[in-house]
């Protein structure tokens, strides 16, 4: 048996693409850095370093808790980022984990954090196919290590998954108008998509129950809102 005390160890990180959809467009949370002249950017993804003997989903939760303040949203793995140059300080292989959840359940947790912000997230996919970050002035933000492609995956994944399945509706509050789902979709998807094709298309394939019930303070004729019917925000 080999000892693997003979083998060096990179360090082990996890880091959270936490998205919502808000003012028509895709939103990340991102935390400020305060050592920009190590890692080489202003903001970045949350994440924390797995201890030694610390199991990872520890480590996941205090990434989500302490560092993002979204402890007790859902979390699925994106993807693992192990590139020996992607972080300036040293070897870091990182696990990235993705959550998406309306833009309440963000504002909500971000209240009293001064560090963290909201960023909306553009695709340049006329050349590389990569993430933009932007603050609410339009500004580029610069993000540390290889966030900026992390960030681009996740978008990736989220176009191939809203196709065909519900991820889409893990942005919205349990009620919504047809309306608000086909926003989703094009934010997310990057196009405008025709209405009623789009509405066919979502009732055939989701269940959804009308509640009888219907937007006020409109000046247009008031939409009704809907409700996914059953545990299908998977």
């Known amino acids: 048996m080999q000892e693997l005390s003979k083998y060096s160890h990179p360090a082990l990180a996890v880091d959270i693409v936490a998205l919502c959809v808000r003012d028509a467009g895709l939103h990340c949370l991102l935390i400020r850095r305060v050592d920009i002249d190590v890692v080489g950017g202003d903001w970045a993804l949350p994440g924390a370093f797995v201890h030694k003997g610390q199991p990872l989903e520890e480590a996941i939760g205090r990434a989500a808790q302490t560092k993002a303040g979204i402890g007790d949203l859902h979390l699925e793995q994106l993807a693992v980022y192990g590139d020996p140059g992607r972080d300036p300080r040293g070897h870091v292989v990182s696990i990235a984990w993705l959550a998406i959840a309306p833009e ?105 129950r009308a509640t009888g019930e219907h937007e006020t303070g409109h000046a247009f004729r008031p939409a009704e809102f809907y409700e996914l019917d059953g545990d299908s925000q998977s």
């Open 104 to 208: 309440a359940a963000f504002r909500s947790r971000m209240a009293a954090r001064h560090d963290l912000t909201l960023a909306r997230v553009q695709m340049d996919e006329n050349h590389t196919f990569r993430a933009i970050v932007t603050d609410e002035a339009g500004a580029p933000m610069r993000l540390a290590f290889d966030h900026e492609a992390i960030l681009a995956d996740a978008v990736r994944r989220l176009r191939a998954r809203i196709e065909y399945g519900p991820v889409g509706f893990a942005f919205l509050p349990k009620r919504f108008t047809l309306r608000d789902v086909q926003e989703v979709h094009e934010v997310v998807l990057g196009r405008s998509l025709a209405k009623p094709a789009f509405r066919r298309k979502l009732l055939d394939h989701h269940p959804l």
